[in-house]
């Protein structure tokens, strides 16, 4: 199912042009448009699904599937020395359009991106505390 003015939507299912670099009936991966290095890529469910927590289980396997299989392509075609899968979950997280999307990022050992955090020092209490609210 599309969902009404969702820019992604109208990419995956070919209404708006995008640089494709694979499509099949679920899935299209496109090159974004603001790379954060060569060749960096999305992947688009056809369906819209706001996030990942509305991504059916079924779908969430393939995407993986599509990553190792693509990324493998990259890794060679571009001759990339490393490659990151990010995906964003809401604003706070950085996200941005508010349509399911892995991204796909070659890497290279000069192109000077940072993908990274400032690392917290919890206690070994605090580490135990978070462990009890979310242990599953
Ligand atoms: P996120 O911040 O995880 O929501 O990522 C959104 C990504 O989509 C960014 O990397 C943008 O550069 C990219 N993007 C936004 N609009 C387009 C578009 N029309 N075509 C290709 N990539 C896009
Ligand atoms: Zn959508």
Known sequence: ????NCIFCKIANGEIPSKS?????????????????????????????????????????????????????????????GFNLMQNNGEAAGQTVFHFHMHLIPRYKDDNQKIQWVPGKPTGEELEEIQKQIIY
């Open 21 to 81: 670099i694979y499509e099949d009936e679920e899935f299209r991966v496109i090159l974004d448009l603001g790379p954060a290095a060569k060749g960096h890529a999305l992947i688009l469910p056809k369906s819209h699904y706001a996030n990942l927590f509305e991504l059916p289980e079924e779908t969430a396997k393939k995407v993986i599937v599509l990553a190792k299989k693509l990324g493998n392509q990259m890794m060679d075609k571009l001759h990339a020395d």
């Open 1 to 4: 199912m599309q969902e009404e």
